[in-house]
């Protein structure tokens, strides 16, 4: 199959050449624009960023990302790649893992950015301890998570930009910007979570999982931070806690975060 035969959208990401690593976003199912450029990672490593189903610009609604993996292999193939190296922010490390731990023949390593973790390990989120000094907007945006889910679309829009500032270790007018990048839907994002095996969490653990990298950031609130660290300890994986940093490193680390994920995947 080639890349114009795919089910779904991809996109390079940068000016570098090679077998490519790729992108697996997250959201679920944001517009991919929201990944910026990853602070210019494109240009050390080749990138292509898979538009899973149910993001604007693919349609249509995902399978589930237990059962999107195939999706990943898909592209694997239409690229003649026998292994690849896959990068996955938020909700799309699930997809990652889920294709890691089915098709463990394929997948040569794993980068997994700001991951929620608790569901893999249990761990109890921490996220309130980090409000000690948090700012108004972010606290606000952190009491905003427990509202009531959106009924509509333009619901489930104004929800997401007000529980938004928690997204950040700070909100000034560059996450505002950002927050308002990247378009989700209600039933995409919904549909992201459908059919996934109730015991998913221990077939990834049970799983012979390639060589991973997790990147996290001390101030993230919609991850917290013990559980960020659980989640590298039974992946055994290295970790990288950020200073002063959310959900979104790039962003708000840009030049700390590069150098992480650029070293892992040159090694």
Same mark, same amino acid.
Do not use: N
């Given at each position: ?5 795919? *089910?779904?959208?991809?996109? *390079? ?68 790649? /026998? ?43 921490? +996220? ?37 500032? +928690? ?5 000034? +007018? ?24 109730? /015991? ?26 013990? *559980? ?14 950020? +200073?002063?940093?959310?959900?979104? *490193? ?18």
């Amino acid at each position: 199959m080639s890349l114009a035969d795919l *089910p779904f959208t991809v996109s *390079p990401l940068g000016t570098a050449t090679g077998d490519p690593a790729i992108v697996l976003p997250g959201g679920p199912c944001r517009g991919v624009e929201y990944l910026a450029d990853l602070a210019g990672l494109g240009d050390d490593r080749a990138l292509v960023v898979l538009h899973p189903r149910g993001t604007p610009t693919t349609g249509g609604l995902s399978r589930g990302w237990w059962t999107d993996a195939d999706d990943v292999v898909l592209l694997a193939d239409a690229l003649g790649l /026998d292994r690849v190296d896959l990068v996955g922010h938020s909700a799309g490390t699930r997809l990652a893992l889920a294709t890691a731990a089915r098709y463990p023949d394929r997948v040569r390593s794993l980068a997994l950015i700001t991951p929620p973790a608790s569901w893999l390990t249990g761990t109890a989120s921490d +996220a309130e301890a980090l409000l000690a000094d948090a700012e108004p907007e972010v606290r606000a945006g952190y009491r905003a998570l427990t509202d009531d889910d959106a009924e509509t679309a333009k619901a489930f829009r104004e929800q997401f930009l007000r529980q938004a500032p +928690a997204s950040y270790a700070h909100w000034t +007018a560059r996450e505002s910007g950002h927050a308002r990048v990247g378009r989700m839907d209600r039933d995409a994002a919904h549909a992201w979570f459908r059919d996934i095996p109730a /015991d998913a969490a221990g077939r990834v653990l049970g799983a012979d999982l390639p060589p991973a990298l997790v990147i996290g950031g001390d101030r993230d609130l919609l991850t917290g931070v013990a *559980p960020v660290r659980a989640y590298a300890d039974v992946l055994g994986a290295g970790l990288t806690m950020l +200073a002063d940093c959310g959900h979104y *490193p790039w962003i708000e680390q840009p030049d700390a975060f590069r150098a992480s994920l650029r070293a892992w995947l040159r090694r």
